[in-house]
C-alpha cells in the first residue's frame, strides 16, 4: 500500500475522533511551489489577531502576483491558522500570496466581532503583502464553512470594509460550503454566535446581495448535512435577481469537509475544486499582459 493510501485509510479511521482537516495539516502531503514566509504577524492587540503568510517559490516585490486573504471555519467558535497551512499552501501554488488569518472566537466574542475581525485582517493584510510579492489592488477573500460567511460578509456589507477605510479593497471573494441564509436560528453554533443581534437580518450574507458587489463564486457540495447547499444556491439567486455576479458549483457526492479537504494532493482527484476557485481569481484579479 503506498504512503498516501495508507494515509487515506487512516484518516477515514479517526475521522469519527479527530479532526480529518487537522490530520491533513499535520500528515498530508504538502504542494510544492509554495511556502510560508511569514507567521504570526499581528494585525490587531488580540492574541488571537495574527496571520501568517504563504506564497509562491519566486514571489517577489518587483513581480507581485495576486492576494488571497483565507478563513477557515469552525462554527465561530473553534479552529486555528495552525491546522490550515496546508490548505494556504495549495492556494499559493496555485500562483497567489495568501494570508490565513486567526479570528476572535465565541465565546470571547459574538457577531459582529468575528466579522470585524476578518475585515480588519483584510485591510492589514493589504497593508504588508507587498513585502512577500502580493499586490494588494487584486485582493480576494475566501473561506470554508463559517469562514465562508465571514468572506461573504465582508465582501457584500459595504460597513465592513468602511470601518476599516478600505472601501473597494476586495475585487472577487469565493465560499466553500458557506452559510449564506440561515434563519432563524435554530443550531447552537448560530444562537451561541448571533443570538444576541438586534437584527438577525443583519447577520446573514443574503441581505446584501447587491449589484456592484465584487464577484462571487460559491461551491457547496451535494451530500453536505451540515450546511445544505440550498444556502449556495439561494444566494446566488438572490445575485442574479440584483444584477450582480455570482456562479454556483455543486459537487455531486461531496460533503463538508470534503470541498476544502480536496485542496490537499491527496483528496484532490475527488473533485476540481481547487482548480476551479483558482481559475476564478485568476481570471477575475489577473491583468491583462
Not at 503506498?2 to 475522533?17: E, I, K, N, S, V
Not at 448560530?190 to 444576541?196: D, E, P, T
Request: hydrophobic letters at 45%.
Amino acid at each position: 500500500m503506498t504512503r498516501r493510501a495508507t494515509l487515506a485509510t487512516l484518516l477515514a479511521g479517526f475521522a469519527a475522533a479527530c479532526s480529518p482537516l487537522g490530520l491533513l495539516n499535520s500528515l498530508g502531503p504538502r504542494d510544492s511551489g509554495a511556502r510560508r514566509v511569514a507567521r504570526d504577524l499581528p494585525y490587531g492587540g488580540d492574541p488571537r489577531q495574527k496571520m501568517d503568510v504563504y506564497a509562491p517559490t519566486g514571489a517577489s516585490p518587483g513581480s507581485p502576483v495576486p492576494t488571497l486573504v483565507f478563513f477557515y471555519g469552525g462554527g465561530w467558535d473553534s479552529g486555528s491558522r495552525d491546522v490550515y497551512g496546508w490548505a494556504a499552501q495549495a492556494l499559493a501554488a496555485k500562483g497567489f500570496v495568501v494570508v490565513l488569518p486567526d479570528y476572535r472566537l465565541v465565546p470571547e466574542v459574538h457577531f459582529p466581532g468575528f466579522v470585524e475581525d476578518a475585515a480588519l485582517a483584510t485591510a492589514v493584510a493589504a497593508d504588508r503583502v507587498r513585502d512577500f510579492g502580493g499586490d494588494p489592488d487584486r485582493l480576494g477573500v475566501l473561506g470554508h464553512s463559517a469562514g465562508a460567511h465571514l468572506a461573504m460578509m465582508i465582501a457584500l456589507d459595504r460597513r465592513y470594509m468602511a470601518a476599516v477605510d478600505r472601501p473597494g479593497l476586495i475585487k472577487a471573494a469565493a465560499g466553500l460550503a458557506g452559510p449564506y441564509e440561515f434563519l432563524p436560528f435554530d443550531v447552537k453554533a448560530a444562537v451561541n454566535a448571533f443570538g444576541r443581534a438586534p437584527d438577525p437580518t443583519l447577520t446573514q450574507p443574503i441581505t446584501f446581495a447587491r449589484a456592484d458587489a465584487p464577484p462571487l463564486w460559491l461551491g457547496h457540495g451535494t451530500d453536505d448535512t451540515v450546511v445544505h447547499a440550498e444556502d449556495t444556491r439561494l444566494l446566488c439567486e438572490r445575485m442574479d435577481a440584483v444584477g450582480g455576479t455570482c456562479t454556483a458549483r455543486f459537487y455531486e457526492g461531496l460533503d463538508h469537509a470534503d470541498l476544502v479537504a480536496t485542496f490537499s494532493p491527496l483528496f484532490r482527484k475527488k473533485a476540481p475544486v481547487l482548480a476551479e476557485v483558482s481559475d476564478f481569481f485568476h481570471r477575475t484579479l489577473d491583468r491583462p499582459a
